[in-house]
Structures are given as structure tokens and as C-alpha cells.
């Protein structure tokens, strides 16, 4: 897996500056667990990845005035929204664990986010983890696939993921794209992102009090091209890895956001 530091912009009042990269840059880490003997499927990686994005923007440190992290997210979001996802299993995930942060826990999948840190200034612990991975599989008995090969976090869908249930987020994924797992992590949590900064103080409180439940599914085409212009928020990628700049990938269905 390549670099996994994934820019966007966020909205801006009118007398926010133009140029984003003017201002000092961070990036949001996010580090998933990942332990060879116990894996978890790439569907549950991706929600799990969308939600841990969602507690970090909706915890006390960030949203009151004097929070601890309120000054570092906002520097964040001032600049390019950059994500960056890295994998730690064992000794690593432990020392991972120990520093300031959230741990979110999907039906199997660990993701724990960290506020948002100088691109030249990650902790010692998170600097030496790596970006590459185990592959895995969204097996329909749940089970890793056998014969994990070391290489890219390039987590498969092999069987058939159920539909999301009625009233859900959903979280579409371009079906014309491909992306390593560790890229569409990043992807689905821009996504539920810009559906977060949608969303007014009544729809996020009862967002969060569901535990931020939501689902990733890949669009058939027919639906995607609709979705494309359905007004409901869009992550494009500024293009630095795997994909074209400009790339649609992920948009984010809310239904408090459906017209």
C-alpha cells in the first residue's frame, strides 16, 4: 500500500482564505489493528474506519471551546483535510493504544484515531508503522481467507455483502474504482465527514447517540450515476495515489440529508 495521506477540503466561511495549502498542514492518523490470526473483513474495516472519523469530530476535546484537541481540528480543517491510515498488531498496537486518542471497535475491525498532528510531527510511535498490510476478504462465514500474503492492506470482497438495512448511512463506494483498502479507509471517512459538517446539531446528536451507525456498500453503476448528482455530499480525491485527480469516490447518503 502507498501513502494513504488523502486531502480534501472542508467548507470555509467567506473570509477564509483561498489557498489552504498556504496554511499550516496536519494530518488525522488512523491505525487500524491487525493481527494475521484474526483479521478483520474489509467491510467492517471501512465502517469501522467512517465511525472512529465521526467520535474524534464529536468528542468533548474537539467540539467545546477549551477542548484539548479543538485548536489542533480546527488547524486541520483550515488547511487540506489530509487522512492517513497505517496498520500495528502485537508490541506496536499496544504502545499505539497508550497514546491520546479513541479506539472505535467495528464487528471485528479496531481503528483507533488520534487528533490531528503536523505532517512533520508524528509521534515516534505512530511514525514507525507501516502502511502495508495483510489481505483480507469479506468472507460470507466470516472466516480469513487462508494463505495471507504480505503486501498491500488490500482487503477483498469475495462473498456477497448483505444490503444495508432500511434508514441506515450508507456510504457508496464508486464501483469503476479501484483502491487499496487503506485508501478507501480514508475515503469513507472524508465521507462521513462531509455528511457530519451537513448535518445540524439535532441530526449529529442523534447520529452519535445510534453509535454512529452506518454501512459502506459499492454502488451499482446505474445508482452511482444518480447518486453523482443527487446533491448529497461527494468526496473527490486530490489524486496523489492509486487513483486520477479529481476522482469521485465515496458519496455519502444520510437520510437527513435526502431531500
Not at 38 to 51: G, K, N, V
Not at 151 to 175: M, Y
Not at 245 to 257: D, I, K, M, R
Amino acid at each position: 500500500m502507498t501513502s494513504l495521506s488523502e486531502p480534501f477540503d472542508a467548507p470555509s466561511p467567506a473570509d477564509a482564505p483561498t489557498d489552504r495549502d498556504a496554511n499550516p498542514q496536519y494530518v488525522l492518523p488512523l491505525v487500524l489493528h491487525l493481527e494475521k490470526a484474526d483479521p478483520p473483513e474489509r467491510t467492517d474495516a471501512l465502517e469501522t474506519s467512517a465511525r472512529a472519523v465521526l467520535t474524534l469530530l464529536s468528542d468533548p476535546r474537539v467540539t467545546e471551546p477549551d477542548g484539548e484537541w479543538a485548536e489542533r481540528v480546527t488547524a486541520w480543517e483550515d488547511a487540506r483535510i489530509r487522512k492517513v491510515v497505517r496498520r500495528a498488531r502485537g508490541g506496536e498496537w499496544r504502545k499505539a493504544a497508550e497514546l491520546p486518542g479513541v479506539t472505535v471497535t467495528g464487528k471485528r475491525a479496531e481503528v483507533r484515531v488520534y487528533p490531528p498532528v503536523p505532517l512533520d510531527g508524528w509521534p515516534k510511535e505512530l511514525v514507525k508503522l507501516q502502511v502495508s498490510g495483510l489481505e483480507l476478504t469479506d468472507d460470507p462465514q466470516g472466516a480469513p481467507r487462508p494463505n495471507l500474503q504480505v503486501s498491500g492492506t488490500d482487503l477483498e470482497e469475495t462473498g456477497p455483502v448483505a444490503a444495508a438495512e432500511p434508514g441506515l448511512p450508507v456510504l457508496w463506494l464508486n464501483p469503476e474504482l479501484e483502491m487499496s483498502a487503506g485508501k478507501t479507509m480514508a475515503q469513507t471517512g472524508h465521507a462521513a465527514q462531509v455528511a457530519w459538517w451537513r448535518l445540524d446539531e439535532t441530526q449529529r446528536k442523534e447520529w452519535a447517540e445510534a453509535g454512529f451507525a452506518l454501512a459502506v456498500r459499492t454502488a451499482t453503476p446505474e445508482a452511482w450515476a444518480e447518486l453523482l448528482v443527487s446533491g448529497l455530499p461527494l468526496v473527490q480525491d486530490a489524486g496523489f495515489t492509486e487513483i486520477a485527480p479529481g476522482s469521485c469516490t465515496v458519496v455519502a447518503e444520510h437520510p437527513a440529508l435526502r431531500g
